[in-house]
T-cell receptor, first 112, second 113 residues
Framework: GENVEQHPSTLSVQEGDSAVIKCTYS??????FPWYKQELGKRPQLIID?????GEKKDQRIAVTLNKTAKHFSLHITETQPEDSAVYFC???????????FGTGTRLLVSP | DVKVTQSSRYLVKRTGEKVFLECVQD?????MFWYRQDPGLGLRLIYF???????EKGDIPEGYSVSREKKERFSLILESASTNQTSMYLC????????????FGNGTRLTVT
């Protein structure tokens, strides 16, 4: 089945810096790659997603890139702010119906 | 706004007890899921359901069962709780058959002693 690896497990940046989180997946048939943000004590929430027919997608300060050949995708956050501090999960949809496989998460800490 | 409600925020049970975790969604979503969240392991799928009375095993179904008698309600059952089932349990729902986003509940932190 699908396997998703996520790096780094923790990431500390200064406010205003950029942050990049990387994920790789194993199933070449995967076609949907969402990113979820989980603030401390709260539920995970979708922040951006990308489909396999698109190489890059942007939404204000966040962007996701996808390299299907290498089977990896990344989340980019520019001009980081303290409220970006959270755990971020990547995910990939492998074979089967609506079965998302999540990465292990990245704890991002943005220091003022 | 989609609301996914889990019946308990915190739960403490003893080893061997039968435990029920309840989840209700109010958006008429076809698909419902139970995930387990552990530090360093991310979110792991236990069971999911894409229709009433239908259920499918996820990646870690051992020791769990589920029930979906009504479209809005999806229950996770621990037949005989064990200490290694101490974890945060997250319920989620999504609509349609395409790549719809998951809407999560607030989670139930279960401690088995």
């Amino acid at each position: 089945g699908e396997n998703v690896e996520q790096h780094p497990s923790t990431l500390s940046v200064q406010e205003g810096d950029s942050a990049v989180i990387k994920c790789t997946y194993s199933d070449s048939a995967s076609n949907y790659f969402p990113w979820y943000k989980q603030e401390l004590g709260k539920r995970p929430q979708l922040i951006i997603d990308i489909r396999s027919n698109v190489g890059e997608k942007k939404d204000q300060r966040i962007a996701v890139t996808l390299n299907k050949t290498a089977k990896h995708f990344s989340l980019h956050i520019t001009e980081t702010q303290p409220e970006d501090s959270a755990v971020y999960f990547c995910a990939a949809k492998g074979t089967g119906f609506q079965k998302l496989v999540f990465g292990t998460g990245t704890r991002l800490l943005v220091s003022p | 706004d989609v609301k996914v409600t889990q019946s308990s925020r915190y739960l403490v049970k003893r080893t061997g007890e039968k435990v029920f975790l309840e989840c209700v969604q109010d958006m008429d979503h076809e698909n419902m899921f139970w995930y387990r969240q552990d530090p360093g392991l991310g979110l792991r799928l236990i069971y999911f359901s894409y229709d009433v009375k239908m259920k499918e095993k996820g990646d870690i179904p051992e020791g769990y069962s589920v029930s979906r008698e009504k479209k809005e309600r999806f229950s996770l059952i621990l037949e005989s709780a064990s200490t290694n089932q101490t974890s945060m349990y997250l319920c989620a729902s999504s609509g349609g058959q395409g790549n719809s986003p998951l809407h999560f509940g607030n989670g139930t932190r279960l401690t088995v002693t």
